[in-house]
Each structure stands twice: as C-alpha cells, then as structure tokens.
C-alpha cells in the first residue's frame, strides 16, 4: 500500500518567513495530493490540493509543488501570519486499486509574532 | 459549517459498553469515511463506503462495525472496545471516493475507561 512520509514534524517561523513542509510517497499510481490544515480543537479542512497532470498550484501565499518522477511534493507559505499556525497534513491517493487516501503524520507549524 | 455533522462531539464509555457514532451530510456527496486520528499518529482511514456499499475496510478490529443506511448516514457502533481506542473519530465524505476534496465533521472525542 501507499506510504507517505511527512516532515518536519514541527516547524517554527517568525511572522513574514516562508514555511515550507515537504512530504514523498511511494505508489506511483497516486494521482491526488491535497493538504489538509487542522487548527488546534477544529476539523481538518483543505487548503491546497494537486493533480498528477499538473507540476506546480499557487492560491494566494500558498503553493504546492509536485515531482512525480521523485515521488514527493511540498507546501510552502510566504509571508507567514499567527493565524497559519496550525497542523497540517498531506496525503496522496489513491493507489493502484484502492480508494484511499494516505496521510502523513502532520507537521504543527508556529508563527511567532 | 462544511455540511457534516457528527454526534456527538464527546464520549465516554467503559469497556463493556455499546455506543454508536453518527455521522450525516447534507451535501449530496456519494462517498463517506471513518477516520481514527490518535495523538502523534497520521490520520488513520477505517472504512469507505461509496453509494452505501461498503467499498474497503482496513483491517479494522470487528470491535468496530460501520453502518451505512443511506448516502447521508453514517453510523459507527462500538462494542467491548479498549483503552487504546480512546481518540478522535471523524467523518469526512466527499463527492466520489479517494479523488476528490474530503470534507470532515468536527469529530467525536472517544475516551474509554
């Protein structure tokens, strides 16, 4: 089955850096990456998602970037505000027949002030 | 609200006990999921049913057994669980299996004594 690994496992910034969190996985039939942000006591909910037919997404001052040939993709976040802290989670899906999305173990991202 | 209630939001039981999770959705989505999110652990999928048919089942313990009358019902009953099936359990659905946005309920915190 479809392995993902997640990191960092946390992450500190101040207000204003980038943040980048980095994640591979190992079935190459995966052809959905979406990135979950869970707030501390709240539902996870996407932010950002790719498709394997794309190389790059941008919203805002969130992007995802994918390399299907190495098999990872990352999130990165400029300029960094308080209300981005948070865990968030990749996952990437689904595999050679199944349904399932896989998700990494999260990375807990703080912007300090 | 992202259209996905669950019921209810906190639960304590003993390990003798029978309980049930409910989950409902009011998006008109045909897929809906089990997840078990436990303290430094990825979010783990437990069952996927798509138009009411149960469609993958990762090796969860028949201490759990998911119920699914309808495309937007989804029940969760328990019996003689264990302590280390205390965490939170959150439903999510989505408009077709393992491809697309994955919208979650706020989740029932399990706690078994």
């Known amino acids: 089955g479809e392995n993902v690994e997640q990191h960092p496992s946390t992450l500190s910034v101040q207000e204003g850096d980038s943040a980048v969190i980095k994640c591979t996985y190992s079935?190459?039939?995966?052809?959905?990456f979406p990135w979950y942000k869970q707030e501390l006591g709240k539902r996870p909910q996407l932010i950002i998602d790719?498709?394997?037919?794309?190389g790059e997404k941008k919203d805002q001052r969130i992007a995802v970037t994918l390399n299907k040939t190495a098999k990872h993709f990352s999130l990165h976040i400029t300029e960094t505000q308080p209300e981005d802290s948070a865990v968030y989670f990749c996952a990437a899906g689904p595999g050679a027949g199944s349904y399932q999305l896989t998700f990494g173990k999260g990375t807990k991202l703080s912007v300090i002030p | 609200e992202t259209g996905v209630t669950q019921t209810p939001r906190h639960l304590v039981m003993g390990m003798t006990n029978k309980k049930s999770l409910k989950c409902e959705q009011h998006l008109g989505h045909n897929a809906m999921y089990w997840y078990k999110q436990s303290a430094k652990k990825p979010l783990e999928l437990m069952f996927v049913?798509?138009?009411?048919?149960?469609?993958e089942n990762n090796s969860v313990p028949s201490r759990f057994s998911p119920e699914c009358p309808n495309s937007s019902h989804l029940f969760l009953h328990l019996h003689t669980l264990q302590p280390e099936d205390s965490a939170l359990y959150l439903c999510?659905?989505?408009?077709?299996?393992?491809?697309?946005?994955?919208?979650f309920g706020q989740g029932t915190r399990l706690t078994v004594v």
């Open positions: 999510a659905s989505s408009q077709s299996e393992g491809y697309t946005e994955a919208f």
């Open positions: 079935d190459s039939a995966s052809n959905y």
């Open positions: 049913y798509s138009l009411e048919e149960r469609v």
């Open positions: 790719i498709r394997s037919n794309v």
